[in-house]
């Protein structure tokens, strides 16, 4: 494993994908779950991103595909999402910069706007 001297000047990934840990580490959806989670980690109003148990819920969702789902704001003003493939669910925390439910609605918002671009 590099040394935090050797990943610095990496840019964007170097610096995001160090916000990205937690106890479960697999990411379902291969490199493309792992680019999704690293977009979400490479916003500056993000502290930390915390992958979660990963559930089988039976029903493939109609899309089919990957995609992440920012869904609500908590009353730390930290976001709570689902990363879905198919049937496949796994539960997403994570910690922002703001200390309120109001100032984690801001970022949930501005954090659905970049995953939409």
Do not use: C, F
């Amino acid at each position: 494993m590099p040394s935090a001297a050797n990943t610095k000047g990496r840019g964007y990934e170097g610096s995001a994908a160090r916000k990205i840990h937690g106890t479960h580490s697999t990411i379902i959806g291969g490199r493309e779950g792992k680019r999704l989670l690293l977009k979400v980690a490479g916003s500056p109003l993000v502290k930390k991103v915390i992958p979660g148990v990963i559930e089988n819920k039976g029903t493939a969702s109609p899309s089919g595909g990957l995609r992440l789902k920012l869904t609500r704001s908590d009353a730390r003003g930290n976001v709570r999402a689902l990363l879905v493939e198919g049937s496949t669910v796994q539960e997403i925390r994570i910690v922002t910069s703001a200390s309120s439910r109001e100032e984690g609605e801001k970022v949930l918002y501005a954090l659905k706007r970049m995953l939409n671009d």
